[in-house]
């Protein structure tokens, strides 16, 4: 029975766990980049590198580990019947996938983002202003329409 255990992890386990090694280490090889080319972009804008930025890194983290390890569970539990982890390794290529296209983002897209963010948050700050004037400028045209006819 030994024998039949040691050569189950010998055979299966190890090489799940060594790709599993392998996704972790990519994943945050992912992240560190994102972060570096983020505290690059933040100082082209011009934008104060504070620890509100770099704790969204974190939240990042929890955000792609969490169901991370959930599925490698998963992987570990089917090692007898699938020969490599899969859920782990598309998971680990979509959290690739989202840090690629978060690193090729040009700087100047992200400062439109945040200018269209600032006024989108003056919009609806002010939404009962803008609806007085433009009841306003309504009641106005009515008002010379009416003195037209």
């Known amino acids: 029975m030994k024998d039949v255990i040691y050569n189950f992890i010998n055979e ?15 994943t945050m090889g992912a992240m560190l980049v994102d972060l570096i080319t983020g ?14 930025g770099y704790k969204k890194t974190a939240v990042k983290a929890k955000k792609y580990f969490t169901p991370f390890i959930e599925l490698c569970f998963i992987d570990l539990l089917c090692c007898v019947v699938i020969p490599f982890p899969i859920f782990s390794m ?11 296209k978060s690193v090729r983002e040009k700087s100047w897209e992200k400062a439109e983002l945040r200018k269209a963010e600032k006024t989108m948050s003056v919009i609806i700050e002010n939404k009962d202003d803008i609806a007085k004037i433009m009841a306003q400028i309504l009641f106005d045209n009515e008002n010379k329409k009416e003195e037209k006819k």
């Open 12 to 26: 299966h386990m190890m090489i799940h766990i060594v790709l599993i090694a392998l996704c972790i280490a990519a």
């Open 39 to 52: 505290v690059m972009k933040a100082k082209q804008r011009g934008e104060a590198r504070t620890s509100t």
């Open 90 to 100: 598309i998971w680990t290529g979509y959290c690739i996938f989202c840090e690629f």
